[in-house]
């Protein structure tokens, strides 16, 4: 069975501190993508980032970053010097390279960004 | 959203009443997806579908929920009778071509 955890239900952190969501997934799947995307408040779905499955370089954006580790099925996301805007809630996703493609999402973590 | 169009925004309907929802995939597209996020949930797979074709219902409530894609037009998600446990967030999605975009979603609020 394909599940992805996010077991983090809800981090507050103060503005400027590191941040790392957590997000462990399951699948019999040799090949597979994983996402990360976010929920601001406003309610729409942003798409941050996609990792195919034979991909394990950590890959950095700006301010944000995700660790692969095959090894360990996690896929966590860490936003660095945190800010307010960063305020939603994020979501990991996982998706088969075969079939129908559809997504399995965790439940959310909420980040809230405290001033 | 990548140009995935939805609506309506937002959809208050009574118990027992009908609810459609329209989604527009991204210009040129012929698939689209639909997800339900219940309140303080992750998104659920509802249905699959190519135009004129359902490629995979297997996430959809087995009665009251049917979905279409015709030719012409967007895709619609027919609520029948609905009842306060259909509230929720409904988004559909654009793929393009190894990730999929979403719409802004539709708001249903049943009283």
């Known amino acids: 069975a394909q599940k992805v955890t996010q077991a983090q239900t809800e981090i507050s952190v103060v503005e400027k501190e590191d941040v790392t969501l957590d997000c462990v997934y399951e699948t019999r799947d040799t090949t597979y993508y994983l996402f990360w995307y976010k929920q601001p408040p406003s309610g729409e779905l942003v798409f941050l980032i996609r990792?195919?499955?034979?991909?394990?370089q950590n890959e950095i954006s700006g301010r944000y970053s995700w660790n692969f580790q095959k090894s360990t099925s996690s896929f966590n996301f860490t936003i660095t010097a945190s800010q307010v805007v960063d305020s939603a809630v994020y979501f990991c996703a996982l998706g088969s390279t075969s079939g129908t493609y559809k997504y399995i999402f965790g439940t959310g973590t909420r980040l809230k960004v405290l001033a | 959203n990548a140009g995935v169009m939805q609506n309506p925004r937002h959809l208050v309907r009574r118990r027992g009443q009908e609810a459609r929802l329209r989604c527009s995939p991204m210009?040129?597209?012929?698939?689209v997806y639909w997800y339900r996020q219940l309140p303080e949930e992750g998104l659920k797979f509802m249905v699959y579908l190519q135009k004129e074709n359902i490629i995979d219902e297997s996430g959809m409530p087995k009665e009251r929920f049917s979905a279409e894609f015709p030719k012409e037009g967007p895709s619609i998600l027919r609520i029948q009778q609905v009842v306060r446990g259909d509230s929720a967030a409904y988004f559909c999605a654009s793929p393009y071509p190894d990730t999929q975009y979403f719409g802004p979603g539709t708001r249903l609020t049943v009283l």
């Open positions: 990792r195919n499955s034979f991909d394990e």
């Open positions: 210009k040129g597209h012929s698939h």
